[in-house]
């Protein structure tokens, strides 16, 4: 038998370095996969939120002017013959004078509804930036409400601080794996380990702290500071059960001077005040939760937002 040709054996040498090129490509966009969904989760405090600003009333109703003066050219000539002409001339232009009056009314309407508007915003801007309890917390909870993926809700107001309660999601948001360089500069990508789950989901719920009291103080332009309660919520039978995470202060005058190039838990605990955050867990849980007592009053206040969430929705 004669031995195979040229263009054989040379398929046959390139098959296995295809083959590693291959695996290295694939293994390569797998690491930036898990690598690009950690930098998701630890990454959330340095979203940026656009400060409240007055809204301003609608433009006045545009008035139907071609529908009013129909109206009034086919009331003013009903009943008159169609051959008594100068009969329906008159008509016409009493049509026409009435059409005129009507379409003032309706516009000086429609300009009065617009300027008790402005009085009304007027009413509630001021009181928002007077840290109105009762406006502050709608308003806030309304833009939790608007941003999609948000388990936020503002428990009330203190002074000129805020303090919100926000659910963070559980431990199953991790990446299974973790990716790692081997000593000779190569990727090694391997199960997650307890350790590093664990210092991964810290700095998530430190960047949901940072992120929630960010969003909360651009909604609030009355509010000095910020008290956020990071919660997660676990399921035992018919009902959540709810363990606090973290919680810390924030002040408009913090954010400001912030870096955020740093990580959310070394900024959290430079430039938070009263910072309380969980300690890694050896195991499972990876985030060992606080006594919901640290906080005094913060269960029944929780209670209460939760008690008014079923009657809003019954």
């Not at 303090?163 to 190569?186: F, Y």
Request: a neutral charge.
């Amino acid at each position: 038998m004669s031995g195979a040709s040229s263009p054989q054996l040379a398929a046959v040498e390139r098959t296995p370095r295809l083959t590693a090129a291959h695996t290295s490509a694939a293994k390569s966009a797998l690491a930036e996969s898990i690598l690009d969904a950690e930098d998701a989760l630890t990454s959330v405090h340095r979203s940026w939120f656009a400060p409240a600003t007055r809204p301003c009333a609608p433009s006045p109703e545009r008035v139907d002017e071609s529908t009013i003066r129909t109206r009034h050219a086919e009331a003013a000539v009903r009943g008159v013959p169609w051959f008594d002409l100068p009969n329906r001339r008159r008509a016409a232009r009493v049509a026409q004078r009435r059409a005129l009056t009507d379409i003032g009314v309706a516009r000086r309407a429609a300009e009065e509804r617009v300027q008790a508007e402005e009085q009304r915003i007027d009413q509630w801007w001021a009181a928002l930036c007077a840290n109105d309890p009762r406006v502050v917390t709608e308003h806030v909870n309304g833009v939790f409400a608007s941003d999609r993926g948000t388990r936020a809700a503002a428990l009330g107001t203190h002074g000129a601080c805020v303090e919100v309660a926000v659910v963070v999601s559980g431990e199953h948001v991790l990446p299974a794996e973790e990716v790692r360089l081997a000593a000779d500069g190569s990727l090694t990508i391997r199960r997650a380990s307890v350790a590093h789950r664990a210092q991964l989901y810290r700095q998530h719920v430190a960047a949901v702290v940072i992120a929630t009291a960010r969003r909360a103080l651009a909604a609030s332009p009355g509010a000095d500071s910020v008290k956020v309660h990071a919660l997660r919520a676990t399921c035992t039978g018919p009902f959540d059960d709810l363990n606090l995470l973290a919680v810390a202060e924030l002040t408009r005058d913090d954010i400001l001077h912030a870096d955020f190039g740093m990580d959310a838990v070394s900024l959290l605990l430079r430039f938070g005040r009263g910072v309380r955050i969980g300690a890694a867990g050896i195991d499972t849980p990876v985030m060992v939760p606080l006594a919901l007592d640290t906080v005094p009053g913060l269960a029944e206040r929780l209670e209460e937002v939760c008690a008014g969430h079923h009657r809003a929705s019954a």
